[in-house]
């Protein structure tokens, strides 16, 4: 069975600055370091709050590397079971069930309908215990995914992996609609558009704090400055959002509204 969004896979170019960043800006504290041997792989798993990140760094990356978010991936104490079940409902397999790269538990990848690739993991390992207390970040409040086929992404993440549909959020002007579900604190963001988007599948990963003003003028004095345009009202008119930028580009949003599940 299929039980917790467990993170977002982040393949990064330089693992110092990038570690910089998550450890000494937004607070995040190492929960577990591997290494494949077969890739030259650096394998860094960071907790900022009570949420999850894993980096990816290549000491001499192929030419045609992704960088930023690559993947999603989610916790299961039966990887054959679950992976095959997907497989024959449809979805592609992309790596049938096998031990990880680092020697750490097993692993398998599908592909869901909007072609995001989806991690499944069996593991024995805990990486995560409770809520890192941060000055200025408050929750870790979700992960977002582009949904072009909000019909299929739905049917994959709430029918076949189980998570509970907490809300649906839709803006009349831009008739934006955002479903929330979660497994617990896990929270995933599905992102859709009538006119479908052209943005990155992996839309950004979103943290809470208490006033975005102030957090953005408190990381821009550790050199980490505000998106152009941000902050700005939530579109949803609830809070205010603000963005900055990891080292590979990736996007975060502070939000300073109540949790999602007390909306």
Do not use: C, W
């Not at 591997?34 to 792989?41: L, V």
């Not at 215990?129 to 582009?146: M, T």
């Amino acid at each position: 069975m299929i039980y917790e969004l467990n993170h977002f896979g982040i393949v990064i170019k330089d693992l110092e600055k990038s570690l910089a960043f998550y450890q000494d800006v937004l607070g995040a504290k190492v929960v577990f370091k591997g290494f494949i041997e077969s890739t030259k792989t650096d394998v860094i798993y960071l907790q900022i709050s009570g949420g999850q990140i894993e980096l990816l760094h290549r000491a001499s990356p192929p030419a045609d590397e992704a960088f930023g978010i690559t993947h999603i991936a989610f916790l299961t104490n039966d990887l054959d079971g679950d992976y095959q079940k997907l497989v024959d409902a449809g979805y592609e397999g992309l790596t049938a069930p096998k031990v990880a790269g680092t020697g750490v538990g097993r692993l398998a990848f599908v592909r869901d309908p909007n072609g995001a690739r989806v991690e499944l993991l069996q593991r024995d390992v805990k990486m995560r215990d409770g809520v890192l207390d941060h000055p200025i970040i408050k929750s870790f409040d979700h992960y977002s995914l582009i949904a072009n086929n909000l019909e299929g992404a739905l049917d994959f993440y709430h029918e076949k992996l189980g998570m509970d549909v907490l809300k649906t959020v839709t803006i009349p002007a831009t008739e934006l609609e955002m479903n929330y579900l979660n497994y617990g604190y896990d929270l995933l963001e599905l992102l859709h558009r009538p006119t479908p988007s052209q943005d990155p599948i992996f839309a950004h990963i979103a943290l809470r704090v208490d006033d975005v003003d102030a957090a953005l003028a408190h990381f821009a004095t550790q050199g980490v400055p505000a998106e152009a345009g941000t902050p700005k009202p939530a579109g949803t008119g609830i809070g205010r959002i603000g963005v900055i930028r990891d080292p590979d580009g990736v996007k975060i949003e502070l939000l300073d509204r109540a949790d999602i599940r007390d909306l």
